[in-house]
Nanobody
Framework: QVQLVDSGGGLVQAGGTLRLSCAASGRTGSYYTMGWLRQAPGKEREFVAAINWNGGHSYYADFAKGRFTISRDNAKSTAYLQMDSLKLEDTAVYYC??????????????WGQGTQVTVSS
C-alpha cells in the first residue's frame, strides 16, 4: 500500500510560479512512477506530468511542456512539480498519483488528497 500527501498549492498571479510536492510512504513508494493529474471546475480530470521510478524518464501533457518540470528525490520519497509561467487556465485541483499506468498518461492506483492551485489575473 502506498500513501501520497499533496502540498504546495496556493494562489498566484498569472506568470508566477508554484512548486507542488508529493510525499510517498509505504514500503514500495519510491519505486512507482509518480505524477500529477488535475481537475478544473466543470472539466474532466486530465494528466499533467509523470516521472518514472529513477527519474530517467518524464512525461508531460502538451500544455505542460516548456512550463512545468517534474522531478523526484527518492531519498525523501518525494516528487516535485515546478510550475512556471502559470496561466489562468492552470487553475485546478492538482492530484498526486502513483502507479505504472502513469507512463501511458493514464492514472495510477494511488492518489493524494489534492491541492488547490488558483491563478489570478
Amino acid at each position: 500500500q502506498v500513501q501520497l500527501v499533496d502540498s504546495g498549492g496556493g494562489l498566484v498571479q498569472a506568470g508566477g510560479t508554484l512548486r507542488l510536492s508529493c510525499a510517498a510512504s509505504g514500503r514500495t513508494g519510491s519505486y512507482y512512477t509518480m505524477g500529477w493529474l488535475r481537475q478544473a471546475p466543470g472539466k474532466e480530470r486530465e494528466f499533467v506530468a509523470a516521472i518514472n521510478w529513477n527519474g530517467g524518464h518524464s512525461y508531460y501533457a502538451d500544455f505542460a511542456k516548456g512550463r512545468f518540470t517534474i522531478s523526484r528525490d527518492n531519498a525523501k520519497s518525494t516528487a516535485y512539480l515546478q510550475m512556471d509561467s502559470l496561466k489562468l487556465e492552470d487553475t485546478a485541483v492538482y492530484y498526486c498519483n502513483a502507479g505504472p499506468e502513469l507512463a501511458t498518461m493514464n492514472p495510477g492506483r494511488y492518489w493524494g488528497q489534492g491541492t488547490q492551485v488558483t491563478v489570478s489575473s
